[in-house]
């Protein structure tokens, strides 16, 4: 179910820009394709654009200038109500004052439907959830996890092509966070719907989405499948944002043929791959994942550059261990090595030498 | 040390009165009160050096009743209508003022035979004559002027909006006059169910222009703001408005209805002695016409009508402005208290039904 | 350790015991009662209050209202002999004794006012009666019959001495009787007072209409205003809210005044149409002194008392809760009916509620804007509070009025539910 359907535009955004005060842009020139059936995250720090984006999509904001089109109709001017749009809130906005069941027959109400029609709805949409046994219960009498599963089966329940999901799990504990991840992917799957998913957790954006756009400042930083985005961050902003990752500021001394040589500020040369620096010179920060950095010299290509790393410190984590290393001035620099049989457990003092392979470490632009 | 403590009590009560001996006289504000602590308080104290605290209150015998039911008397002086005062009395909520206490006139007559009859009563010293009167906008009538109470009910003549005070008393014995009752026969008329019903048949024949007053500045205003073109007022107020606002309001003393304001002194008066001494002080024949310097109402000692002078102005001779001036007595009604005690719940309860309805 | 647990865990038939075996409820409450007596402290000083300045005062107006001893306390031996003989019994010698000496007795207390006034309630003219034959009441020598005959012949009418039948006892349900438009003839019998009269059953019918016109007024004035403070930022809003709350801290009488002073035939509003031309200065809309400024004067004066608990009911309403309804397919009129006005019913309850028994209550704004026809029962009550200081009759409105209130109270507690009710 990976995204091979993202070409022929059921939601297209074309240079939609959107303003709130006349003065700034709170969404700079977005361009958004997302295919039918495809789990779109946005994913971003707070005031990044993306809630505004998911907003105008559901239709409570107004584009200040742009077109957005959901499956080739431009939709700048309908309603949120006559969009068929589901959407699933923050804090779920189930109605207080009605059962759980009577939540989950609104919307086929103002459809117009049968009764038994909705009660047949009503009944799958609350199975579909595992909530069967609930429909007299009011909203709160749930714990979070019910009533989120409510919130869910209620934006499903009139059979929407596209389900907005606003932060859905924000306000669960991390267990029960975790499990609804895969169960909205689950249902993502089998319903075969198509999900705009906002949220600024990025282990969830990971876990769940076939593609994942990564705001800030109001543009998309990269569009990209959850594997691309973490091994091949296209700037730093991304790079830092997604996972975690060491950067080394330096110069570039040699670059060629997509590798390069970085100067650390320290003078130590390191190798790294070119992103988006093109020449000798050029101020560049170097992103390394701490998973890729290796001590062990039989584990590196013959070439390597090696440098020069002292141990802060050392955490036993159980499936990882987690060391501190001080690397070119810096104390912040961070390796992780799975716990493997025979794995050394390095000593704080200890000195050792480090490297990675070239494509490991990516020349960027200075933040 | 139960005595000791007594001693000491007492001691202290003592020392406390003598530092600072004051009494508290409630009267009924604005323009009326101002005029009393010029004439009555200022002297007094200037004279005795008890103190004087003017309190005031929308009309004070119901302030005085609740207190004396209540057995929490505050004031011990205070100023009420001649109907307020005989019912207080009679339900023994007064004390009673011994008239040979009262000093007597100038050339030696005594006081009970030189106040106003009616005037003196067993708890009661009257102060002042005031009047309800008929006043006009004289703007509103460029031709031909309103010259008796039947002009005021005569709205095809003399058109324009009437007010009048929204109570029983006056409003009625008016209607009468205004239906040509000569005065001195209007309360034998108003004793019959007939002649209730006349005076009822004689205001709803303008009932649609009538506004209805509840505070003696309203009528005032009502004029000034031109909501109407006539109305019945104190003169006092039509007075103070037409001299030292100089609106053109003019009275109009046919058929006017005039009383007496007297002093009482509460059962369970704090300072009953010097509330005596302050009531002789302030009904003597001078302080009586002095309180006419500020206020167009009447005394009620014949003695001090001929020293009564120049309005605060300096200019205006006060007596053609008294309710009791002769020019001004040809068709005058002195209200009845005796009939208002015996029919004031009935005739108050009908003329609120016919008003609601 | 390991035994304490096992004594927990192990099923105890009977009462659960603390560890030194005492019961486990006992040693609770006992636990418990010193926090309560010391709760109980901190609130005894409002009790206290409450009690003094509430309920006794009320206690005591609902006693007058059907307790007037006027009569009965300073005219004891004609009470007596009222008790001692049957209704409709011709008054003998020995009743005219009893009268003279009463008379006499009172006259000399100087509580013969308080006796005339109140025979007079029941039988307009009589007041005078009383203080006049009380005053020669000292000569009568028997026989008192021809006596007090003598001293005035209206003391041989028959209605006069029932009347005085019904209030020598204390106890009557004459006021209550006259505050519904009934009185009792001279047999005792309900009877309805006379048409020219009757006025208080049509003024509390006047009254509860006004009130529940004045009250829908707010809503549909205040319901919007609220919705708007309620979703501004929350910095505009409080100077919104300002604006207001600022009757609130205007007196009454500058309110009020200020109303006369645009509704008025030459007031502003007038002034504004025939310069405008819309209407002629002949054709000059009366808009005050009558029931239109009664209700504009009160509407505006207990707006505020809509717009604050229906603000408090919508301030914590998230947008989300619309905006989910219209994501799933409800146009905005949809929405607002189905999901956010069900959300503001406690609000709109609890502002009802204020506004109509404020309403119900008012005097002073209708006395002063409302002419003959804005008078509503709560300017009676005032009347006889006073003016006519018949404060039985006063209490005996009042306590209709309050029945009403408390009745309206029930029923909403039925209707709504008295716990859906958010006063802010």
């Given at each position: 179910?990976?995204?091979?359907?993202?070409?022929?535009?059921?939601?297209?955004?074309?240079?939609?820009?959107?303003?709130?005060?006349?003065?700034?842009?709170?969404?700079?020139?977005?361009?958004?394709?997302?295919?039918?059936?495809?789990?779109?995250?946005?994913?971003?720090?707070?005031?990044?654009?993306?809630?505004?984006?998911?907003?105008?999509?559901?239709?409570?904001?107004?584009?200040?200038?742009?077109?957005?089109?959901?499956?080739?109709?431009?939709?700048?001017?309908?309603?949120?109500?006559?969009?068929?749009?589901?959407?699933?809130?923050?804090?779920?906005?189930?109605?207080?004052?009605?059962?759980?069941?009577?939540?989950?027959?609104?919307?086929?109400?103002?459809?117009?439907?049968?009764?038994?029609?909705?009660?047949?709805?009503?009944?799958?949409?609350?199975?579909?959830?595992?909530?069967?046994?609930?429909?007299?219960?009011?909203?709160?009498?749930?714990?979070?996890?019910?009533?989120?599963?409510?919130?869910?089966?209620?934006?499903?329940?009139?059979?929407?092509?596209?389900?907005?999901?606003?932060?859905?799990?924000?306000?669960?504990?991390?267990?029960?966070?975790?499990?609804?991840?895969?169960?909205?992917?689950?249902?993502?799957?089998?319903?075969?719907?198509?999900?705009?998913?906002?949220?600024?957790?990025?282990?969830?954006?990971?876990?769940?989405?076939?593609?994942?756009?990564?705001?800030?400042?109001?543009?998309?930083?990269?569009?990209?499948?959850?594997?691309?985005?973490?091994?091949?961050?296209?700037?730093?902003?991304?790079?830092?944002?997604?996972?975690?990752?060491?950067?080394?500021?330096?110069?570039?001394?040699?670059?060629?043929?997509?590798?390069?040589?970085?100067?650390?500020?320290?003078?130590?040369?390191?190798?790294?791959?070119?992103?988006?620096?093109?020449?000798?010179?050029?101020?560049?920060?170097?992103?390394?994942?701490?998973?890729?950095?290796?001590?062990?010299?039989?584990?590196?290509?013959?070439?390597?550059?090696?440098?020069?790393?002292?141990?802060?410190?050392?955490?036993?984590?159980?499936?990882?261990?987690?060391?501190?290393?001080?690397?070119?001035?810096?104390?912040?620099?961070?390796?992780?090595?799975?716990?493997?049989?025979?794995?050394?457990?390095?000593?704080?003092?200890?000195?050792?030498?480090?490297?990675?392979?070239?494509?490991?470490?990516?020349?960027?632009?200075?933040? | 040390?139960?005595?000791?403590?007594?001693?000491?009590?007492?001691?202290?009560?003592?020392?406390?009165?003598?530092?600072?001996?004051?009494?508290?006289?409630?009267?009924?504000?604005?323009?009326?009160?101002?005029?009393?602590?010029?004439?009555?308080?200022?002297?007094?104290?200037?004279?005795?050096?008890?103190?004087?605290?003017?309190?005031?209150?929308?009309?004070?015998?119901?302030?005085?009743?609740?207190?004396?039911?209540?057995?929490?008397?505050?004031?011990?002086?205070?100023?009420?209508?001649?109907?307020?005062?005989?019912?207080?009395?009679?339900?023994?909520?007064?004390?009673?003022?011994?008239?040979?206490?009262?000093?007597?006139?100038?050339?030696?007559?005594?006081?009970?035979?030189?106040?106003?009859?009616?005037?003196?009563?067993?708890?009661?010293?009257?102060?002042?004559?005031?009047?309800?009167?008929?006043?006009?906008?004289?703007?509103?009538?460029?031709?031909?002027?309103?010259?008796?109470?039947?002009?005021?009910?005569?709205?095809?003549?003399?058109?324009?909006?009437?007010?009048?005070?929204?109570?029983?008393?006056?409003?009625?014995?008016?209607?009468?006059?205004?239906?040509?009752?000569?005065?001195?026969?209007?309360?034998?008329?108003?004793?019959?169910?007939?002649?209730?019903?006349?005076?009822?048949?004689?205001?709803?024949?303008?009932?649609?222009?009538?506004?209805?007053?509840?505070?003696?500045?309203?009528?005032?205003?009502?004029?000034?703001?031109?909501?109407?073109?006539?109305?019945?007022?104190?003169?006092?107020?039509?007075?103070?408005?037409?001299?030292?606002?100089?609106?053109?309001?003019?009275?109009?003393?046919?058929?006017?209805?005039?009383?007496?304001?007297?002093?009482?002194?509460?059962?369970?008066?704090?300072?009953?002695?010097?509330?005596?001494?302050?009531?002789?002080?302030?009904?003597?024949?001078?302080?009586?016409?002095?309180?006419?310097?500020?206020?167009?109402?009447?005394?009620?000692?014949?003695?001090?009508?001929?020293?009564?002078?120049?309005?605060?102005?300096?200019?205006?001779?006060?007596?053609?402005?008294?309710?009791?001036?002769?020019?001004?007595?040809?068709?005058?009604?002195?209200?009845?208290?005796?009939?208002?005690?015996?029919?004031?719940?009935?005739?108050?309860?009908?003329?609120?039904?016919?008003?609601?309805? | 350790?390991?035994?304490?647990?096992?004594?927990?865990?192990?099923?105890?038939?009977?009462?659960?015991?603390?560890?030194?075996?005492?019961?486990?409820?006992?040693?609770?409450?006992?636990?418990?009662?010193?926090?309560?007596?010391?709760?109980?402290?901190?609130?005894?000083?409002?009790?206290?209050?409450?009690?003094?300045?509430?309920?006794?005062?009320?206690?005591?107006?609902?006693?007058?209202?059907?307790?007037?001893?006027?009569?009965?306390?300073?005219?004891?031996?004609?009470?007596?002999?009222?008790?001692?003989?049957?209704?409709?019994?011709?008054?003998?010698?020995?009743?005219?004794?009893?009268?003279?000496?009463?008379?006499?007795?009172?006259?000399?207390?100087?509580?013969?006012?308080?006796?005339?006034?109140?025979?007079?309630?029941?039988?307009?003219?009589?007041?005078?009666?009383?203080?006049?034959?009380?005053?020669?009441?000292?000569?009568?020598?028997?026989?008192?019959?021809?006596?007090?005959?003598?001293?005035?012949?209206?003391?041989?009418?028959?209605?006069?001495?029932?009347?005085?039948?019904?209030?020598?006892?204390?106890?009557?349900?004459?006021?209550?009787?006259?505050?519904?438009?009934?009185?009792?003839?001279?047999?005792?019998?309900?009877?309805?007072?006379?048409?020219?009269?009757?006025?208080?059953?049509?003024?509390?019918?006047?009254t509860f209409l006004i009130a529940g016109l004045i009250t829908v007024l707010c809503l549909l004035l205040g319901f919007p205003i609220a919705?708007?403070?309620?979703?501004?930022?929350?910095?505009?809003?409080?100077?919104?809210?300002?604006?207001v709350?600022?009757p609130?801290?205007?007196?009454?009488?500058?309110?009020?005044?200020?109303w006369?002073?645009?509704l008025?035939?030459?007031?502003?509003?007038?002034?504004?149409?025939?310069?405008?031309?819309?209407?002629?200065?002949?054709?000059?809309?009366?808009m005050?002194?009558?029931q239109t400024g009664t209700i504009i004067a009160m509407t505006h004066i207990l707006l505020p008392f809509m717009i604050?608990?229906l603000?408090?009911?919508?301030?914590?309403?998230?947008?989300?809760?619309?905006?989910?309804?219209?994501?799933?397919?409800?146009?905005?009129?949809?929405?607002?009916?189905?999901?956010?006005?069900?959300?503001?019913?406690?609000?709109i309850?609890?502002g009802a509620l204020l506004v109509f028994i404020l309403g119900v209550?008012y005097?002073?704004t209708p006395?002063?804007v409302g002419?003959?026809?804005g008078?509503l029962?709560?300017?009676?009550?005032?009347?006889?509070?006073?003016?006519?200081?018949?404060?039985?009759?006063?209490?005996?409105?009042?306590?209709?009025?309050?029945?009403?209130?408390?009745?309206?109270?029930?029923?909403?507690?039925?209707?709504?539910?008295?716990?859906?009710?958010?006063?802010?």
């Amino acid at each position: 179910m990976v995204a091979s359907t993202q070409d022929d535009g059921f939601v297209v955004f074309e240079h939609v820009q959107k303003s709130y005060d006349g003065e700034t842009l709170v969404v700079k020139d977005l361009n958004l394709t997302i295919g039918q059936g495809e789990f779109l995250t946005m994913l971003g720090p707070s005031g990044s654009g993306k809630t505004t984006c998911l907003m105008m999509l559901a239709g409570f904001e107004t584009a200040t200038h742009g077109d957005i089109r959901l499956d080739g109709r431009p939709i700048n001017t309908v309603p949120p109500h006559k969009r068929g749009i589901g959407m699933v809130f923050q804090n779920y906005a189930l109605f207080p004052h009605m059962t759980v069941g009577e939540n989950l027959s609104f919307p086929l109400e103002v459809r117009g439907m049968s009764r038994s029609d909705r009660e047949r709805k009503i009944k799958r949409a609350l199975d579909m959830v595992q909530m069967g046994a609930f429909a007299n219960r009011r909203p709160a009498q749930l714990s979070g996890g019910q009533q989120q599963r409510i919130a869910l089966a209620r934006a499903l329940v009139f059979d929407p092509q596209l389900v907005l999901m606003d932060e859905p799990l924000g306000a669960l504990d991390k267990q029960l966070r975790e499990h609804m991840q895969f169960e909205i992917k689950h249902l993502h799957e089998s319903l075969g719907i198509t999900v705009v998913y906002v949220t600024h957790d990025q282990g969830e954006a990971l876990t769940m989405s076939d593609r994942i756009a990564v705001f800030n400042d109001g543009r998309i930083q990269q569009l990209a499948p959850p594997d691309e985005l973490y091994e091949r961050p296209r700037n730093s902003f991304v790079a830092s944002f997604i996972g975690e990752n060491n950067r080394l500021p330096g110069v570039i001394e040699e670059i060629a043929e997509g590798r390069a040589l970085v100067r650390l500020d320290t003078g130590e040369l390191i190798d790294a791959t070119p992103v988006n620096v093109s020449h000798k010179g050029q101020k560049t920060l170097v992103s390394i994942r701490p998973e890729r950095v290796e001590y062990k010299p039989e584990m590196l290509p013959p070439n390597a550059h090696l440098i020069e790393a002292e141990v802060m410190e050392f955490i036993y984590m159980g499936d990882i261990f987690r060391t501190r290393l001080r690397v070119a001035g810096s104390e912040e620099f961070v390796i992780k090595s799975r716990n493997t049989l025979g794995q050394r457990m390095l000593q704080p003092g200890e000195r050792i030498r480090i490297g990675w392979a070239p494509q490991d470490a990516r020349a960027l632009d200075p933040l | 040390m139960k005595k000791a403590l007594i001693l000491s009590t007492a001691l202290t009560a003592v020392a406390f009165s003598a530092a600072a001996e004051q009494i508290t006289v409630m009267s009924w504000g604005g323009a009326y009160t101002t005029s009393q602590v010029e004439a009555f308080h200022k002297p007094f104290t200037a004279e005795t050096g008890i103190g004087v605290v003017s309190v005031d209150a929308d009309n004070p015998a119901t302030p005085l009743k609740a207190m004396v039911e209540a057995n929490n008397v505050s004031v011990d002086v205070v100023d009420v209508n001649t109907s307020d005062a005989v019912r207080l009395c009679d339900e023994g909520q007064l004390e009673e003022i011994d008239p040979a206490m009262l000093p007597p006139a100038p050339d030696g007559t005594p006081a009970t035979e030189d106040f106003l009859p009616g005037a003196l009563s067993e708890c009661a010293v009257g102060n002042i004559v005031y009047s309800m009167i008929v006043a006009y906008d004289e703007s509103k009538f460029p031709d031909e002027k309103p010259q008796t109470i039947a002009d005021f009910f005569d709205t095809s003549k003399f058109p324009g909006k009437r007010a009048m005070w929204k109570s029983a008393k006056t409003t009625l014995e008016m209607a009468l006059m205004g239906d040509g009752v000569p005065a001195a026969e209007v309360y034998d008329v108003l004793d019959t169910q007939e002649g209730v019903e006349r005076a009822f048949a004689k205001l709803a024949s303008i009932k649609g222009d009538l506004i209805w007053w509840e505070a003696g500045a309203q009528p005032v205003q009502l004029l000034a703001d031109g909501e109407v073109a006539m109305t019945t007022a104190y003169n006092g107020r039509i007075f103070a408005a037409a001299v030292s606002e100089n609106k053109p309001f003019v009275p109009i003393w046919d058929g006017q209805v005039y009383e007496y304001d007297l002093f009482v002194i509460p059962k369970g008066a704090p300072n009953l002695e010097a509330a005596k001494k302050f009531v002789a002080f302030a009904t003597g024949t001078q302080p009586l016409a002095d309180q006419a310097k500020w206020i167009s109402y009447g005394p009620a000692r014949k003695s001090s009508a001929p020293l009564v002078g120049l309005y605060q102005d300096g200019q205006t001779e006060m007596a053609p402005h008294m309710p009791t001036a002769e020019a001004n007595l040809t068709n005058a009604l002195p209200s009845s208290y005796e009939f208002w005690v015996d029919h004031d719940t009935e005739l108050e309860e009908r003329f609120n039904a016919w008003l609601a309805n | 350790m390991a035994d304490a647990t096992t004594d927990l865990a192990a099923p105890t038939p009977g009462r659960l015991t603390t560890a030194d075996g005492r019961p486990l409820k006992a040693a609770l409450g006992r636990a418990q009662s010193r926090a309560r007596r010391r709760a109980f402290l901190l609130v005894l000083p409002l009790l206290l209050f409450i009690v003094i300045t509430f309920i006794v005062p009320i206690g005591q107006m609902l006693h007058r209202s059907i307790h007037n001893d006027g009569f009965s306390r300073n005219m004891p031996q004609l009470s007596q002999w009222f008790a001692d003989t049957e209704p409709g019994t011709e008054p003998d010698e020995v009743a005219y004794a009893a009268l003279a000496a009463d008379l006499k007795g009172a006259a000399e207390a100087k509580t013969i006012g308080i006796v005339g006034t109140r025979v007079n309630y029941e039988m307009p003219g009589t007041r005078s009666l009383f203080t006049s034959t009380g005053r020669k009441a000292r000569g009568f020598e028997p026989p008192y019959r021809e006596a007090v005959l003598e001293a005035d012949p209206k003391w041989g009418n028959p209605s006069l001495w029932g009347t005085m039948r019904q209030v020598s006892r204390a106890y009557s349900p004459n006021f209550f009787l006259a505050s519904v438009d009934l009185a009792r003839d001279n047999e005792g019998n309900i009877v309805r007072a006379p048409q020219e009269r009757r006025v208080y059953v049509m003024l509390f019918q006047r009254t509860f209409l006004i009130a529940g016109l004045i009250t829908v007024l707010c809503l549909l004035l205040g319901f919007p205003i609220a919705h708007l403070l309620a979703t501004l930022p929350l910095r505009t809003s409080n100077l919104l809210m300002i604006l207001v709350l600022l009757p609130f801290w205007t007196s009454l009488l500058v309110r009020t005044t200020s109303w006369i002073v645009l509704l008025q035939g030459q007031g502003v509003v007038n002034n504004s149409l025939v310069a405008t031309g819309l209407i002629s200065d002949a054709n000059r809309i009366q808009m005050i002194y009558n029931q239109t400024g009664t209700i504009i004067a009160m509407t505006h004066i207990l707006l505020p008392f809509m717009i604050l608990p229906l603000y408090s009911v919508m301030r914590p309403i998230p947008p989300s809760y619309v905006r989910a309804a219209r994501s799933l397919g409800a146009s905005s009129w949809t929405a607002f009916r189905r999901i956010y006005l069900p959300q503001t019913l406690p609000g709109i309850g609890a502002g009802a509620l204020l506004v109509f028994i404020l309403g119900v209550g008012y005097y002073i704004t209708p006395a002063l804007v409302g002419g003959a026809s804005g008078q509503l029962i709560s300017n009676l009550i005032a009347f006889h509070m006073q003016d006519s200081l018949n404060w039985s009759l006063a209490a005996a409105l009042a306590a209709v009025l309050l029945a009403a209130v408390l009745i309206l109270y029930w029923l909403y507690d039925r209707l709504v539910g008295i716990d859906n009710l958010k006063l802010g």
